[in-house]
């Protein structure tokens, strides 16, 4: 971080590697857009929010939150880059996303019973169902 004096005007300048407190002016589902001193805004994105899988950014950050955040350097079009997690001790061991729960046994049931309904039928039968017929017709002769 460089600090420029100027007329009475102090200009911080972030630079890669910088740590720097910012304040979240909005929160977004893919990251948090945070503001500085300077009036220069960059993006924490929701990878870089925690060690463990972000499914909703509101269970971590809100909007007029004053954070740290360290600057990983800047894209193409000359924005911040932003992480929260690299100051954060890593956990010895991340842990991994809960699982989905299984469907309603109503669902399941209808999945059994169509795969049982599309293994009878048998290969070259997709299509075939009870409405409809085959994709090709075939005429009948008198």
């Known amino acids: ?4 004096r100027f007329w009475r005007v ?4 972030l630079d890669s590697g910088a740590v720097a407190e910012g304040r979240i002016t909005r929160v977004t589902d893919f990251g ?3 503001q500085f001193e300077n009036g220069e805004t960059g993006l924490v994105h929701i990878s870089q929010i925690a060690h463990s899988f972000v499914r909703n950014i509101h269970d971590h950050v809100h909007e007029g939150d ?3 955040v360290k600057v990983l350097g800047r894209d193409e079009r000359g924005r911040l ?3 929260i997690k690299e100051l954060l001790e890593e956990p010895e061991e991340i842990p991994r996303p809960r699982a ?5 046994p109503q669902f399941e049931a209808k999945l059994r019973s169509f795969m049982r309904d599309a293994k009878e039928r048998g290969p070259g039968a ?5 409405k409809g017929g085959s994709s090709t ?3 009948r002769k008198k």
Do not use: H
């Not at 971080?1 to 420029?4: A, E, I, L, N, R």
């Not at 102090?10 to 300048?13: A, K, L, P, Y």
């Not at 989905?100 to 309603?104: N, V, W």
């Open 1 to 4: 971080m460089k600090v420029c």
């Open 10 to 13: 102090t200009f911080v300048q």
């Open 32 to 34: 948090a857009f945070i």
């Open 66 to 68: 004053t954070i740290e």
């Open 81 to 83: 880059d932003l992480s």
């Open 100 to 104: 989905i729960g299984r469907q309603s």
């Open 126 to 130: 997709i299509g075939a169902g009870k």
């Open 137 to 139: 017709s075939t005429k």
